[in-house]
T-cell receptor
Framework: EDQVTQSPEALRLQEGESSSLNCSYT??????LFWYRQDPGKGPEFLFT???AGEEKEKERLKATLTKKESFLHITAPKPEDSATYLC???????????FGSGTQLTVLP | DTGVSQNPRHKITKRGQNVTFRCDPI?????LYWYRQTLGQGPEFLTY????????KSRLLSDRFSAERPKGSFSTLEIQRTEQGDSAMYLC?????????????FGSGTRLTVV
């Protein structure tokens, strides 16, 4: 059974204080690893897809990386508007659905 | 077309009542998914349609749950004889076959509270 574990559960940062969120996964035949951002009361918003170990993707202050066992979401010089829950998900084998982790709730203080 | 639309946004119902939610996907998207999310957890897969065909159902989808997508356009999710454990956010997402790399587009969800 596919498993996705995210850590930490919650993270509080001062504005400008860079950090990383972790996503560990156990799947049979990874087809893609996805990062989403979710604001309170809203659906997840797509950020990145990573396909193979060593791949990296960047968007503004966010950078996602992938190894054979985990993915990191690096946040550089975060701003209060980066506060949200960040979700990691995997797609494996022939499945169309995603298996999500429980998320990391990020709070960036001004 | 501004995205995936879900209605209602909120629903409060008494235990034992039936409820129905609607999802209107992005018009050109042929795949539609239903997920359920409880507080502090990530979304859990319920079911998936390609066009009008329901291709996969999770074991989470008990016989009280039924989903349809007539004519491959909007979809409905019905829960019969609701229980308190059904209280959750029900999320709909859509995608276009062959574009999996860009991820799903999710709607804002329907929050169900069973009292």
């Amino acid at each position: 059974e596919d498993q996705v574990t995210q850590s930490p559960e919650a993270l509080r940062l001062q504005e400008g204080e860079s950090s990383s969120l972790n996503c560990s996964y156990t799947v049979s035949g990874l087809r893609g690893l996805f990062w989403y951002r979710q604001d309170p009361g809203k659906g997840p918003e797509f950020l990145f897809t990573l396909y193979s170990a060593g791949e990296e993707k960047e968007k503004e202050r966010l950078k996602a990386t992938l190894t054979k066992k985990e993915s990191f979401l690096h946040i550089t010089a975060p701003k209060p508007e980066d506060s949200a829950t960040y979700l990691c998900a995997v797609q494996a084998g022939s499945a169309r659905q995603l298996t999500f982790g429980s998320g990391t709730q990020l709070t960036v203080l001004p | 077309d501004t995205g995936v639309s879900q209605n209602p946004r909120h629903k409060i119902t008494k235990r034992g009542q039936n409820v129905t939610f609607r999802c209107d996907p992005i018009s050109e998207h042929n795949r539609l998914y239903w997920y359920r999310q409880t507080l502090g957890q990530g979304p859990e897969f319920l079911t998936y349609f390609q066009n009008e065909a329901q291709l996969e159902k999770s074991r989470l989808l008990s016989d009280r749950f039924s989903a349809e997508r007539p004519k491959g356009s909007f979809s409905t999710l019905e829960i019969q004889r609701t229980e308190q454990g059904d209280s959750a956010m029900y999320l709909c997402a859509s995608s276009l076959a062959g574009t999996g790399g860009v991820g799903y587009t999710f709607g804002s969800g329907t929050r169900l509270t069973v009292v």
